[in-house]
T-cell receptor, first 110, second 114 residues
Framework: GEDVEQSLFLSVREGDSSVINCTYT??????LYWYKQEPGAGLQLLTY?????DMKQDQRLTVLLNKKDKHLSLRIAHTQTGDSAIYFC??????????FGSGTRLLVRP | DTEVTQTPKHLVMGMTNKKSLKCEQH?????MYWYKQKAKKPPELMFV???????INESVPSRFSPECPNSSLLNLHLHALQPEDSALYLC?????????????FGSGTRLTVV
């Protein structure tokens, strides 16, 4: 089945760019997703990318997909303190169920 | 209305209690989900309802009993829980079970079993 891995922690200075990385094993996902979870809250869908795309840009967010290496990344430009949260990448298994990575905790320092 | 509403936000229950978690959405979504999330872990799927019928049960113990009374409501009935069942319980919905555009999550019910 699908296995999704992420680095656990990232610390950046406010105003810098953040890059959160994710690797996955099952290339059958039609879409790949990035979710954000703030403390004590549910998950918020940030963006998604269709599997036949290499890149998607949405305001400060850029998603890069390398299908050959099964690598997905989320770049946040001009990172703000409000971006501090846990970020989950997710793929789909063959039953279309979301499979989440372990989550990356992003800390933005003033 | 683009929200999934979960009640209560917090719940403390004893191991002999019976309680229910509620989830509501008015987006016309036909798939609804229960997830369990332990601290510092990703959400784990428990149940999927599609068109008000149970579609997936991820081998969840019978002390958790889901119910979908109509297309807008999803309940999770709890009975004889264990302390290790303490977690954040998240409800989500999507247009269809195979919706590619992602899920809308509620803010969760934080459950503590004492």
């Amino acid at each position: 089945g699908e296995d999704v891995e992420q680095s656990l922690f990232l610390s950046v200075r406010e105003g810098d760019s953040s890059v959160i990385n994710c690797t996955y094993t099952d290339s059958s996902s039609t879409y790949l997703y990035w979710y954000k979870q703030e403390p004590g809250a549910g998950l918020q869908l940030l963006t998604y990318i269709f599997s036949n795309m290499d890149m998607k840009q949405d305001q400060r967010l850029t998603v890069l997909l390398n299908k050959k290496d099964k690598h997905l990344s989320l770049r946040i430009a001009h990172t703000q303190t409000g971006d501090s949260a846990i970020y989950f990448c997710a793929g789909e298994d063959s039953s279309y169920k979301l499979i989440f990575g372990s989550g990356t905790r992003l800390l933005v320092r003033p | 209305d683009t929200e999934v509403t979960q009640t209560p936000k917090h719940l403390v229950m004893g191991m002999t209690n019976k309680k229910s978690l509620k989830c509501e959405q008015h987006m016309g979504h036909r798939a609804m989900y229960w997830y369990k999330q332990k601290a510092k872990k990703p959400p784990e799927l428990m149940f999927v309802y599609s068109y008000e019928k149970l579609s997936i049960n991820e081998s969840v113990p019978s002390r958790f009993s889901p119910e979908c009374p109509n297309s807008s409501l999803l309940n999770l009935h709890l009975h004889a829980l264990q302390p290790e069942d303490s977690a954040l319980y998240l409800c989500a919905s999507s247009q269809e079970e195979t919706d590619p555009y992602g899920y809308t999550f509620g803010s969760g019910t934080r459950l503590t079993v004492v």
